[in-house]
Nanobody, 126 residues
Framework: QLQLVESGGGLVQPGGSLRLSCAASRFTLDYYVIGWFRQAPGKEREGVSCISRSGGYTNYADSVKGRFTISRDNAKNTVYLQMNSLKPEDTAIYYC???????????????????WGKGTLVTVSS
């Protein structure tokens, strides 16, 4: 079973940056789409971004477009989420998740995910 571990969360001031990592073990990430999701206190979990198997296709929630960038390094079995210009409303637990697919160049955030990490907390506050 694919295992995912998130890291890189923490406390940052508004306008600051963080880079989250999602490291996979037991299986290669080559065959998986990876998505980042977040859940703020008292709110439902929402999709933030996803990246295709090839890395050539990405998708973002409107709330993070232009500020967040998702990327993957299959050689390191790791996916990243670079978060810039952070706002207090970005405060949440961030999860990475994966689903397997034969499609190289597409990702769908609304699709059900097969595997989830345990999350990393991001707090944006002055």
């Amino acid at each position: 079973q694919l295992q995912l571990v998130e890291s890189g969360g923490g406390l940052v001031q508004p306008g600051g940056s963080l880079r989250l990592s999602c490291a996979a073990s037991r299986f290669t990430l080559d065959y998986y789409v990876i998505g980042w999701f977040r859940q703020a206190p008292g709110k439902e979990r929402e999709g933030v971004s996803c990246i295709s198997r090839s890395g050539g296709y990405t998708n973002y929630a409107d709330s993070v477009k232009g500020r967040f960038t998702i990327s993957r390094d299959n050689a390191k079995n790791t996916v990243y989420l670079q978060m810039n210009s952070l706002k207090p409303e970005d405060t949440a637990i961030y999860y990475c998740a994966a689903y397997s697919t034969t499609v190289q160049a597409m990702c769908i955030m609304s699709r059900g995910m097969d595997f989830w990490g345990k999350g990393t907390l991001v707090t944006v506050s002055s």
